[in-house]
């Protein structure tokens, strides 16, 4: 397990933009934070303004001229954007296709098929991990929903036995699989190597998922019992369709980019020799952009043309599909920024010599970072960027492995306790008719459960790779 040491703190560090001491920067940090939660919860502002705004705040605070914080911020979205802007596009136009070619309802529809009354929690956990690989969180409960709502209310569950599955194994790639956009953001701020955190982030992925979902559901569903609210039963896009395509080639659609991805991952273990001509073309073949781009154009046949769409329709689809993403990439992109200007003021810094004395795993120290910004910003991706940007530094001297384990970790403290600052907590509320009270003792709980397996998950992977 990597622990803090004076060495780290050799790692190449942005120049500070101000000379503040550890408590005006500490000060400057919690009223960025600060004013970022106030704007979003008390003020309704946008994430994206909120967090412009705070990062003037912090910069200001911190002592910093206010044309280096804004050259900070500009660097920061830029640079941000840069890295994942392109992978989430193409991940939207590839979620896009699954869900109007009706190709998403194929997986479900397969699966609930063979599924038994008993085995249908963990149906709706598979069902939700597949789906959610190349999805947003958001795109991946409007798709699950009417599913979810259906099979209680066909099968007389409650709600919580089958919708917290199916919550929990979106989440869980929501916070841990690339190419989604935290973990990309927090794998390019870390340099740490995309396959092999794929690779570790399925195996953390798969027991969490299953302790939070099917496990956990069980609980849930006596704390809260509830039945599906009848006005929340939406219909399903693809009932119109006159075909779909194939459960098979649709699966192996999804999984393509994964699959490229962790096969230069596994060519880079074995060769292990970057001039060698196979593994240079697996370091291509197996990129994020060239993985995602290739399962976009395999898309459009397998399942565009699957479904009967022409060639106007399936380009109706990509351009549609773009749209909803401009807030996240704002988000995304201001996060980055927020990040830089933490960086910039020293704050990274500050952590390490504030904590090279503590006998705390780097791992563990990312994680509680990661829970510290969730909480404060309601976030996921915000607290990944963040979390990231500050402790970079950890990862100099880390191994390739640990450098990934360093990623995960962050990621499951940026899935810690959602509560009413966060966009998926009121989502949640409301398709499943609950209280305030009701989602924090099943959504909340959950959340929570993921963030503390998977870190646990995490150490313990750390002690054999």
């Not at 927090?186 to 995309?194: C, E, G, P, R």
């Not at 980055?336 to 020293?346: N, P, R, V, Y």
């Not at 998926?424 to 963030?451: A, N």
């Amino acid at each position: 397990m990597t622990h803090l040491s004076a060495e780290m703190l050799a790692a190449d560090v942005t120049e500070p933009i101000t000379s503040a001491g550890h408590a005006q920067l500490g000060i400057a940090v919690l009223a960025g934070i600060a004013v970022i939660v106030l704007l979003i919860t008390k003020f309704k502002l946008h994430a994206f303004l909120s967090l412009i705004v705070g990062s003037l705040v912090l910069g200001a605070v911190a002592g910093a001229p206010l044309d280096k914080a804004i050259a900070s911020f500009s660097t920061g979205l830029g640079t941000t954007v840069a890295g994942t802007g392109v992978l989430i596009a193409l991940g939207a136009i590839l979620g896009k296709l699954l869900a109007d070619s009706g190709g998403a309802d194929q997986i479900v529809d397969t699966i609930l098929a063979k599924a038994s009354r008993r085995s249908m929690p963990w149906a709706m956990v598979l069902i939700a991990g597949i789906i959610g690989l190349p999805i947003f969180f958001e795109v991946g409960i409007v798709l699950l929903i009417p599913v979810v709502l259906l099979v209680a209310k066909r099968g007389n569950f409650s709600l919580m036995r089958i919708g917290i599955p199916a919550l929990a194994g979106l989440s869980v790639m929501h916070g841990l699989i690339p190419p989604h956009p935290g973990p990309l953001a927090a794998i390019d701020a870390v340099h740490a190597n995309l396959g092999v955190t794929l690779a570790l982030g399925v195996v953390v992925a798969v027991p969490t998922a299953i302790i939070a979902g099917p496990v956990f559901s069980r609980y849930a569903a006596r704390w809260v019992d509830i039945r599906p609210p009848e006005t929340m039963v939406p219909e399903r896009t693809s009932d119109d369709l006159e075909k779909r395509p194939g459960f098979a080639v649709t699966v192996a659609t999804v999984l393509l980019p994964v699959v490229m991805m962790l096969a230069k991952a596994l060519v880079d273990i074995v060769v292990d020799d970057p001039e060698h001509t196979v593994q240079r073309i697996f370091d291509v073949v197996g990129s994020p952009l060239i993985a995602l781009l290739t399962a976009v154009i395999v898309a459009m046949f397998t399942l565009g043309r699957a479904a009967g769409f022409t060639k106007g329709r399936i380009a109706t689809t990509v351009e549609k599909s773009l749209a909803p993403i401009a807030g996240v990439l704002l988000i995304v992109g201001a996060g980055g920024g927020f990040k830089q200007t933490l960086i910039d003021a020293g704050v990274g810094q500050m952590i390490l010599e504030i904590s090279k004395g503590w006998h705390i795993s780097a791992l563990l120290l990312a994680w509680l970072i990661a829970v510290i910004i969730r909480l404060a910003t309601g976030s996921a991706t915000v607290a990944t960027i963040s979390a990231a940007g500050l402790v970079a530094p950890l990862a100099a001297d880390m191994s390739t492995t640990h450098g990934a384990l360093l990623v995960l970790a962050i990621g499951c403290g940026s899935l810690f306790f959602s509560h009413v600052n966060d966009a998926g907590f009121w989502m949640v509320k409301e398709y499943f008719g609950m209280s305030v009270g009701q989602t924090l003792k099943t959504w909340s709980v959950m959340e929570t459960l993921i963030s503390v397996v998977g870190i646990g998950c995490v150490l313990l992977l750390s002690l054999v790779v």
